[in-house]
């Protein structure tokens, strides 16, 4: 197998390199970790735009292969290292992988006033006091009502997927902070945060302090 390289923000805030992460963390990939500083514009210079042209993060290297975006990321290492062989990181058959494509994809198109409002280094350093905007709220609202009925269990799709940290991560934006969410969305998103792939990142976050 060709070497793995996964290059991520030195911050370690990235929800979509978290999502890289996971999924090569939980299939037991051997990876090299790559930091780029984004506040020193790192992804703008030649050595990093020479390995992909679109210049951001996360990036995963494997030969001549330099693939960013997130979902993409996932479902490349879904199909090049597929179960039973190594753990799946989306569900088994067409409908429900479908509809986990669907929550990311909508996780990365909507909630913008949140995402702005509650960044995640809310997340994974330290809360604001800021109070949510009029569009911060409506979008709050409309995250907690669309998770409240896709869950109706203990995963979104019976079986653990990459879909299920990044909903809780979204909800995370807001019990991190403070902000009201229903108890039962909060506890399914602690049980999610407990999972070993993501303690892992968040130590990285807060530089080895697991939060």
Request: hydrophobic content about 45%; glycine content about 6%; overall charge negative.
């Amino acid at each position: 197998m060709q070497e793995l390289t996964l290059y991520v923000d030195s911050r370690f805030t990235s929800p979509w390199a978290l999502s890289a992460f996971q999924a090569l963390t939980e299939k037991k990939l051997p990876f090299t970790l790559h930091t780029v500083n984004l506040d020193q514009g790192e992804q703008k210079q030649a050595a990093f735009r020479d390995l992909s042209p679109i210049g951001r993060v996360p990036l995963l290297v494997q030969g001549d292969l330099a693939l960013a975006e997130s979902s993409a990321i996932v479902e490349y290492l879904e199909e090049a290292f597929p179960p039973p062989a190594y753990a799946a990181v989306l569900p088994d058959g067409v409908q429900q992988r479908a509809m986990a494509r669907q929550v990311m994809a909508w996780l990365r198109s909507d909630l913008m006033a949140l995402r702005a409002e509650r960044s995640t280094e809310v997340v994974f350093y330290a809360p604001v006091s800021t109070p949510l905007t009029q569009a911060g709220q409506a979008a709050a609202a409309r995250l907690i009502a669309i998770a409240d009925q896709l869950l109706t269990g203990e995963h979104l799709f019976g079986q653990w997927c990459i879909a299920d940290t990044e909903l809780a991560l979204a909800l995370n934006r807001l019990i991190l902070n403070g902000d009201p969410v229903p108890e039962r969305l909060t506890a399914w998103c602690a049980a999610q945060w407990q999972r070993d792939s993501v303690r892992q990142w968040i130590a990285k976050s807060r530089g080895g302090v697991p939060g």
